[in-house]
């Protein structure tokens, strides 16, 4: 029987990071309002997740203008976007450390294709308070991540852009598939994810014609 300090999907907060500003998509702060199969790109991680039964739902914005209430989610302002992705991990932990959570698990809003199934793969590698597990695609490990709460300080610490980095190559990765794990960076990026997940004589939501 797990402990009163295992990391459970029931204990854990959901901390979703969405305030990036988007510089390299070329339309700053419009990149998870794009359309992704009649969605927009940042809400398809939230509906992806939404049956699975975390203790909260965080998502950190920053001013795109998406409707993640609608999918259990407490939205939390990142006033200064410009400061780094570590600014928005703080937020988030600091709001789960408020709701006596055992571990977050912090995932990208521009990561479209995770899934749940592997998500419960990451606690079912969780341990105890120290528990550093993230998602491999066999060259680096990235996010989804999940922490115990012996790691809070930690990233309530961090700066910039890195920082978590160097912790999540030293913890448990837990594998996936490339397609699975694409972060849209992008438009090239986000015209091929289009490309490979849309069936043949879909409608072309750009262009309202078949697509060729």
Do not use: W
């Amino acid at each position: 029987m797990a402990g009163p300090e295992a990391v459970r999907i029931g204990n854990t907060v959901l901390v979703l990071l969405a305030a990036g500003r988007g510089s390299r998509f070329g339309d700053t702060d419009r990149k998870l309002e794009q359309d992704l199969l009649g969605r927009p790109l940042g809400l398809h991680v939230a509906a992806a997740l939404e049956d699975m039964p975390f203790l909260a739902r965080m998502v950190v914005t920053g001013s795109a203008k998406l409707d993640y209430r609608h999918h259990g989610y407490e939205v939390l302002r990142n006033a200064d976007p410009d400061e780094g992705m570590a600014r928005s991990v703080r937020i988030g932990v600091e709001a789960a450390e408020k709701c006596d959570a055992q571990g977050v698990l912090i995932a990208l809003a521009d990561m479209p294709c995770v899934t749940a199934a592997h998500v419960r793969r990451l606690f079912d590698a969780a341990t105890g308070a120290d528990t550093v597990v993230a998602s491999s695609d066999g060259r680096a490990s990235r996010p989804p991540a999940l922490f115990g709460r012996g790691r809070f300080a930690f990233l309530r610490s961090l700066e910039g852009d890195a920082g978590a980095r160097d912790m999540i190559r030293a913890g448990r990765a837990v594998a996936a598939t490339a397609a699975e794990l694409v972060d849209v960076d992008t438009r090239g990026e986000l015209e091929a994810l289009r490309d490979l997940v849309s069936p043949p004589g879909a409608i072309d939501r750009r262009a309202g014609s078949p697509g060729s």
